[in-house]
């Protein structure tokens, strides 16, 4: 018997093995190298997007072919420090949606500050053809509170610094930045001597700035500049997140339990924190930079939620499950300010039936959302995200598929997770992604395995067997004799 | 990463997967086997015999086994 689950934990081990992916779309190039000038950006609109606490930018370029071949691999590059914080990017064709998105990946160079994201067209542009590239990407713990501290009932500024000229590896004939705000106040910004009819950059549109258009600037020009504005909600950013699915057949189960620690990155308090000033703020003005509430819109059927942290149960918490949807609001136990953290974890189970499906080749198929955090106004940021989708015990020939951005997927690996019950332990899906946003919210995770019958009835089958020693074990015990043999009595 | 896999997904729209005791029924299913494998088992007890260990025995590990696996799903943590 031994024998036999030792070899089959072999077995599953080896499949397991050839199952494992690992994704790795980092290249290291040498320092001196520079893409070639195959491409000038005939127009260019680059907007950036200060609405949320990260970074969206997005860059609308008309490409063009200038060299005499065909071409099919464009370059963006950015600093070493905003590719550490950079995460998906997505690249589309602007004008044709059926088309991508496109393959980006990391090319870093070695010790040098400037890397690139390198982007394949599918298809290579001809000499002198042009394409529309839509790429967006986001920038993490991109800003400064300004001032870094402020009173309770102050109000909190943001700082950032980015360059008025796009980032680009080829030359530009024509473009302009725009810059979006949370509202039309925006206490500071750099003035650029304008061009053309414009006397001066940015001009001001509302909540909107705009630098340029400027004329043709060769590649890697930067023109450093910064806004300060108001931006008072909290600066929320999730350190590590740690998802787990767990799949129970048994009892027709999803599980989904995810362990939060999140940071405040806005304004520190710049006096010790009054609880009387705090809560007649509550009554008298009500927006405030601390984080005070966390709302988690949960798919519709999900129950026994509950929400803990380092010391238990935070009763704090409100949770409701309707027909169409489900929503957990969660209170801290204390409202978050700048500099402060706040390590929490929430839970709930869900029917197996709405996640997952058995497939006409006799295996099965999961379908759950890739990150499901809290959905908050102002956004919320992914620093590293560990999502593990626990299978039953035996499942093998584990594969998987997401739409989040291949850019942000760090690694995938199958692995053994043992809990109540186990003998060989159950397979464990392990992937692991980094700097994620709440946009990409409810993006797929689809992961397919195959669970034999045989499989399936092993925790029986290990109970069963243990049970029959047992009772074995009561009937040898009993057929021993403990009696003296009495020699007299013959 | 496979990207058929959203085909896969698709193609198996008409067939959800459902256990087979649901929910609702697992605490009562897993009290019932268990009961009646104690009770088995308890009849062995009283008369252990080579004939009594497949006639009670066997059926009480079984009801035990199905009973253990249900009664950790009833209470809550889905094995």
Redesign the interface.
Known sequence: MKTSVVFSAFLSLLSLASAATTSSDRKTYPSTFRPPQVFKNANLVHIISLEKNYVKESINVLVENIDKSPQNEYYVPFTADQLSRLGGVEVKDRKDGSVGPFVAEAVELDQSDTHYIRIRLPKALAPGAQQALGITYYLLKAYAPRPASIKQEDQQHLAYAFSAYAPSAYATSKQKTDVKFPSSTIAEYTKLPGSGDVARFPQQQGSKLTYGPFDEKPAGASQPVAVRYEFNKPVTHVSRLERDVEVSHWGGNVAFEERYTLHHRGANLSALFNRVKWQQSQYYQPNTWALKELKFPLRAGSADAYYTDVIGNVSTSRFRSGKREALLEVRPRYPVFGGWKYPFTIGWNSDAKSYLRKTPAGGFVLNVPFLEGPRQAEGVEYEQVQVRVILPEGARNVKFHTTIPTQSIASADVEIHRTFLDTIGRTALIIQARNLVDELRDRELLVSYDYPLSASLRKPLVVFASAMAVFFAAWVVGRVELKFDVAGKK | ??????E??Q???G?????T???DN?FLVALTLLLL?FSL?GA??LN???VN?PAL??P???A???G???M??GV????
Request: with cysteine.
């Open positions: 990463m496979d990207s058929s896999l959203h896969v997904w193609a198996a729209a067939s959800p997967f459902v256990p005791i649901g929910k697992q494998g088992g062995f007890a252990r015999s080579i260990l025995a066997v009480a590990s079984l035990l086994a199905f253990v696996v249900y950790f799903c809550g943590v889905y094995v």
